[in-house]
């Protein structure tokens, strides 16, 4: 079966469905032989949307539990350093993006910049990467829907209602994604936008129990400088992931323009919401300690309760819990679908097995790379009914593989420039070198700190999944010398 090309990994809601008919001038007809090409309807604000979408579940749960390693003043402190490195990456990214329009992504910088093996091991990161944010939000919906069950009727067994709720979660998305239902785009597209309507009702519900004393705690850093250290890789759960939209660079109409300014006021935005998220919840919830949990996966929530504690005020504690779950779903959908495309990138160029870059060939879906990459999640899912800090691990993992390909990047980044100096490049990154190396630097720190303050399970794990991924590149890939992947959509000339 020829491989027809898929669009690029986008985790949001704008449908780039693939067009039967001729090429635009100048277009790629991708890898198969076919003559599908990509739409470009993708403008700067639509950039800005996909960009706070595939991110606004980092604002319900997950990095909450640098309150409880760092305090209030610590926690912000961590976030201003995680917000300042996420702007140097997404404009330093864009870059690569705009000037590289590949499908493959990380997988066709590295494979441009060094060679196969590089490029293998930036994409297996940001497979795993995609990967462990899904498993983590799949648990946490799992999470919030059980505290509306405790809710209502007390007594569920959260390891069970949580569990049995994030694998429905996996199969139902897994079959709407296995049959390209295009309507899920524009739903997914809405519950983006009542996730931030539900943010903003956060805010404003929880206005009357706000105490800015509560973060002038004594010490005003509960653990010190060390504590604001282990918390940037919570920290990092606020904005991770947002590096997936760049990759729509082949489907912007003015992908120099849109990716770029899109990118940054997405960032921009979601700083906003990084900042306000953060004020309300340490100022508005009675115990830092106890929000910073971090297996605990419905922060949220739990501070709201705590401020409107009367059980005549339910009504609209269960009203905010039930759209921050739209957050959630939207976010899920996103990342499974950049499992799945990233599964498929790898495939086809022959990283992994041949069968996951297969699309079927009625729905031109790539259902091996869309199941297979549900199961992995479900079987990680389980083991949260065996183990409450899943969701945790879940987190620090996909965080800690960002990290490695972010600085990948950056290193691809200026060896593209010292090679190809004359490759065009329509958008650069500003303030260079300053600025990438801004990103190396921070990227690697904030990698080291899991060293020496984390969880060892998180590092074991981690490493294990290099080395199988590193294993099985050399001992069975088997990739193409000219993988459609290295093919940009501007010109149609290999990379």
């Known amino acids: 079966m020829a491989d027809a090309p898929i669009r690029s990994v986008v985790p949001g809601a704008i449908d780039g469905s693939l067009s039967t008919g001729p090429p635009p001038a100048g277009a ?11 739409h470009r309807p993708l403008r700067t604000g639509h950039i800005w949307a996909l960009g706070v979408g595939s991110v606004i579940t980092g604002e319900f749960f997950g990095w909450n539990g640098g309150l409880g390693v760092a305090g209030p003043i610590g926690m912000l402190l961590a976030s201003l350093f995680v917000c300042a490195l996420y702007m140097a990456w997404v404009l330093s990214l864009a870059e690569l993006a705009v000037a590289l329009p590949f499908a493959g992504g990380p997988l066709a910088y590295g494979r441009r910049a060094v060679g196969p093996w590089l490029g293998f091991l930036m994409g297996w990161s940001m497979l795993l990467e995609c990967l462990f944010a899904a498993i983590g939000t799949a648990i946490a919906t799992g999470g919030y829907l059980f505290f509306i069950l405790e809710t ?3 007594g569920a067994d959260e390891r069970l209602v949580t569990t049995a709720v994030a694998l429905g979660t996996v199969v139902l ?6 049959l390209g239902v295009g309507a899920q785009a524009r739903v997914m597209e809405w519950m983006t936008y009542g996730a931030m309507v539900a943010l903003v009702w956060f805010w404003i519900a929880c206005i009357p129990g706000i105490r800015i004393e509560r973060l002038l705690t004594d010490p005003i850093l509960p653990g010190g400088w060390k504590g604001v250290l282990m918390a940037i890789p919570y920290a990092i759960w606020w904005l991770v992931i947002i590096e997936s ?3 729509a660079a082949e489907e912007a109409s003015d992908p120099h323009v849109a990716i770029p300014r899109g990118l940054a006021y997405a960032q921009i935005t979601l700083i906003v919401l990084v900042v306000m998220t953060w004020f309300v919840v340490s100022t508005a919830g009675d115990d830092y300690r106890q929000i910073g949990d971090p297996t605990l996966a419905f922060p949220l929530p739990v501070v709201y309760r705590q401020v409107w504690a009367d059980p005549a005020h339910q009504w609209h504690l269960l009203a905010f819990s039930v759209l921050a779950i739209c957050g959630m779903v939207a976010s899920y959908n996103g990342m499974i679908y950049a499992v799945s495309r990233q599964a498929f990138a790898l ?3 022959g990283y992994l097995p041949r069968f996951l870059g297969r699309v079927h060939p009625g729905k031109r879906t790539p259902r091996a790379a869309i199941i297979t990459g549900s199961v992995v999640t479900a079987l990680f899912v389980v083991m949260n009914y065996v183990d409450k800090d899943m969701v945790n691990i879940a987190v620090l993992t996909c965080n800690l593989t960002a990290l490695v390909w972010y600085a990948l990047a950056i290193v691809c980044l200026f060896m593209l420039r010292a090679k190809e100096p004359h490759m065009p490049r329509p958008y650069r990154v500003p303030l260079y070198p300053v600025l990438p190396a801004a990103v190396l630097v921070m990227s690697i720190a904030s990698a080291v700190v899991y060293g020496w303050s984390q969880d060892q399970t998180v590092l074991w794990l981690t490493a294990g999944l290099y080395g199988l991924g590193m294993a099985y ?3 069975l890939a088997r990739p193409g010398a000219d993988s459609p992947q290295d093919r940009p959509a501007s010109d149609g000339h290999p990379g």
């Open 347 to 349: 495939g086809r160029a």
């Open 473 to 475: 590149y050399v001992c």
């Open 173 to 178: 998305f897994a079959i709407l994604q296995c």
């Open 152 to 154: 209502l009727a007390p």
């Open 245 to 247: 939209v760049a990759l």
């Open 28 to 38: 790629a007809t991708g890898g198969g032989g076919g003559s599908q090409s990509l």
